[in-house]
Every structure is written in C-alpha cells, then in structure tokens.
C-alpha cells in the first residue's frame, strides 16, 4: 500500500510530526503552490491557519484531500462553497484553546474592574490617586457563544462570583436562545463574544446591540472580528454609551496603524493573543498526530465541522 500523502500548508515554526515518521509522505506548500499540490494530497494540514489560502485554492479541477485539519478554533478562513458541498471531513483544534481564552477573558475583566490600565498610566506619571474600584462578584455576565469557549469562559467567570448567561443559538438547558440576547443585555455588566463566525452573526454586535447595553457595561470579544461593527464601537465607547471595551480580534489582522481603534479611550486593544499560551504549538502538533493515527486506521475523526453551521456541534 502506498503511503498516504500529508500536505502542510506552511507557517513558522513548522509542526513536529515525528511520530508520523515512515508512515506518511509530508509534502510542504505556501499561499501560491497551494492550489497545485490540493490533487495529490490525501490530508491537509492548514498549519498557517490565519491564512484565506484555502478559501482561495479549494475550487478548481482534480481530486482534493479528503480530511482537512485547522489548528485553530474557528474555520471561517476555510470554508469556501466548494468545501462545504464536498464530502471532505474538516476538524478544528477544539479541545486546546477553550481554558487559555476563558483565563484572559477573566483577566480582562478584573484589569477592567480594577481599573489596573489607570494604576499603570499613574504609575508612568508617577501620580497618587486614590479611587475606588468595581465589585467583580455579583455583577453580571453575558457569554454570546455556547460552544466549548463560551462554556469555558462562563465556568471561569462563575468561579469569580459573576453571575453568568449563555447564549446560543437555540435554547436548550443552560443556554439561552438568539432570541433572548437583546434583553440580557440591558441587564448586563459584562458582555463577551465568543461565538463563531457564520452569515447569521456577521455584525451581530451593531450600533443598535451597543445602544441596548447599560452604560455601565464593558464589551470583550474574544470570537472573530467580523462580529462586531468596529465603527459602531468606537461611537458607543467614545461617546460613553457603554463604559469600555477590551478587542482581541478584528475585521482586519494585524490591525492597521491608522486604525480608530488604537486611539479611543476606555477600549483595550490585544493582538489575537488570547488562547495562545507557551508550548502551543506543540499541544497542537500532537493533537493533529492523535488524529492522524485514528483517521489512519479509519476510527472515527473528533471536532468534525459541521461545514453547514460553521463550527463543531455540542452535544448536550
């Protein structure tokens, strides 16, 4: 039999796949061989997973691989119509990032109740002003997002004492539907998005979401950039509709330098870092290895992508 072909899409550093030695062809390509090298491939590994070369190179002539894989959360780069309507199984890292997201979120929150960026600029200015600062516990949260980040950061939230909703997108036991989100927002301190990218939530958070919220409440989004309206935030921050935000995803990565957002003040501003913790990438290489051996031995695959819905389905 011959061996499988594995083709990496590349990034620095690359995975260790060594385990796979002698077991499986890799073959290497970048954003402009990517769409040659799709028909010989058996796999996929999108190790640069904050590439659209996918989107791009999916669609043509000749066989495709049938299994890709992204060490990531969100597929959204992806999925193009092509590879959502062929029988290619795509998996997520789901499983890596959940705890690391839920941690910064929590960070976040209490940097932002603590007002620790204000101690910082006094520090800087070397200036002693007391204030008083916000109760975490019994204030309350809103998680947009009831997949295994959002549950994650409603766990961690909970342990803080804050008083935490989920919200999905069908109702189901300890989680909200869609359709109740606008009025937990009027009653919310504390509202993170952490859902997926789908035509559904593109821009879900608008002017008229932020014109919803207390004045009092600070926004996180830890999900994708494209669901919030970013100039819609910057009004509600700037004019004080909402009293701060901390964005660690946009539109458009890396964020330009002549962007709004780096200015406002009251927004935090953090480079898609939030899941990323030391020896990441190594849990994701051996989470990918993991896979391989069952796909390799046809057992079935985890974190299947439902490619309809955009991401992996819980299963109550």
């Not at 390509?29 to 659209?52: F, N, Q």
């Not at 007391?130 to 961690?156: C, F, I, K, N, Q």
């Not at 964005?247 to 458009?252: Q, S, W």
Request: one cysteine or more; glycine letters at 8%; a neutral charge.
């Amino acid at each position: 039999m011959p061996l499988p072909t594995l083709l990496v899409l590349e990034a620095d550093p690359p995975p260790r796949l060594g385990r796979l030695t002698g077991r499986v062809r890799v073959r290497y390509a970048d954003e402009s061989s990517l769409a040659a090298s799709l028909p010989s491939a058996d796999v996929l590994l999108v190790w640069d997973s904050a590439s659209d070369a996918v989107r791009a190179a999916w669609p043509g002539d000749g066989p495709r691989p049938s299994w890709v894989h992204t060490p990531s959360v969100g597929v959204d780069r992806l999925l193009c119509p092509e590879l959502v309507a062929s029988d290619t199984v795509v998996t997520n890292a789901r499983g890596v990032f959940e705890q690391p997201i839920a941690e910064y979120v929590a960070g976040l929150v209490l940097a932002m109740a603590k007002d620790l960026p204000g101690t910082l600029e006094l520090q800087r200015e070397r200036r002693w002003r007391h204030r008083e600062s916000l109760p975490v516990a019994g204030s309350r949260a809103v998680v947009v997002g009831a997949g295994p980040v959002g549950r994650a950061v409603a766990t961690t939230l909970r342990a803080l004492g804050v008083r935490t909703a989920v919200v999905g997108r069908t109702a189901r036991p300890r989680v909200h539907g869609a359709d109740e989100l606008d009025l937990l927002l009027t009653r919310a301190d504390w509202v993170v998005c952490a859902a997926p990218l789908t035509e559904s939530t593109r821009g879900m958070f608008d002017a008229r979401r932020f014109g919803l919220m207390q004045p009092s409440a600070r926004f996180i989004n830890v999900g994708r950039g494209q669901l919030v309206v970013e100039d819609a935030l910057v009004a509600a921050v700037a004019k004080r509709w909402i009293a701060g935000a901390a964005l660690d995803v946009f539109a458009r990565e890396p964020l330009g330098e002549d962007s709004a957002l780096w200015d406002v003040p009251g927004l935090i501003v953090s480079p898609h870092m939030s899941g990323d913790t030391v020896g990441r990438r190594d849990r994701l290489g051996a989470q990918f290895v993991d896979m391989f051996e069952l796909w390799a031995s046809g057992r079935p695959l985890p974190n299947v992508v439902d490619k309809e819905r955009g991401y992996v389905p819980v299963r109550d």
